[in-house]
């Protein structure tokens, strides 16, 4: 078993920042892909950033010069550094991870419980 425990979220001003982190912990034998997602009220939950095991990462363009993902694969964790948010970044974020597990090296996908984001004034 594998869980995900997100922290970071909160309230900010237009403009603001904040960071998400994420660590993943259980039988874990190898974190592969890592990555952020995040589901707006009335909206399908979106690919925002994810990160390779060896660090190469893919952006959403609507978030392409304002966050930065990065990850430690000692600890298992995730990060988005979210920089000039506005209200349209408000929605839960959701982290993820492809995880092969121990003992049986099996790989499933993981997910946080959310954390909410709001930008607001």
């Known amino acids: 078993q594998v869980q995900l425990v997100e922290s970071g979220g909160g309230l900010v001003q237009p403009g603001g920042s904040l960071r998400l982190s994420c660590a993943a912990s259980?039988?874990?034998?190898?974190?592969?892909?890592m990555g952020w997602y995040r589901q707006a009220p009335g909206k399908q939950r979106e690919t925002v950033a994810i990160v390779g095991r060896y660090g190469s990462t893919e952006y959403a363009d609507f978030v392409k010069g304002r966050f930065t993902i990065s990850r430690d694969n000692v600890k298992n964790t995730v990060l988005l550094q979210m920089n000039s948010l506005n209200p349209e970044d408000t929605a839960v974020y959701y982290c993820?991870?492809?995880?092969?597990?121990?003992?049986?090296?099996?790989?499933?996908?993981?997910w946080g419980q959310g954390t909410q984001v709001t930008v607001s004034s």
């Open positions: 993820y991870a492809r995880v092969t597990t121990t003992p049986r090296l099996y790989e499933n996908d993981y």
């Open positions: 259980g039988s874990i034998r190898r974190v592969n892909g």
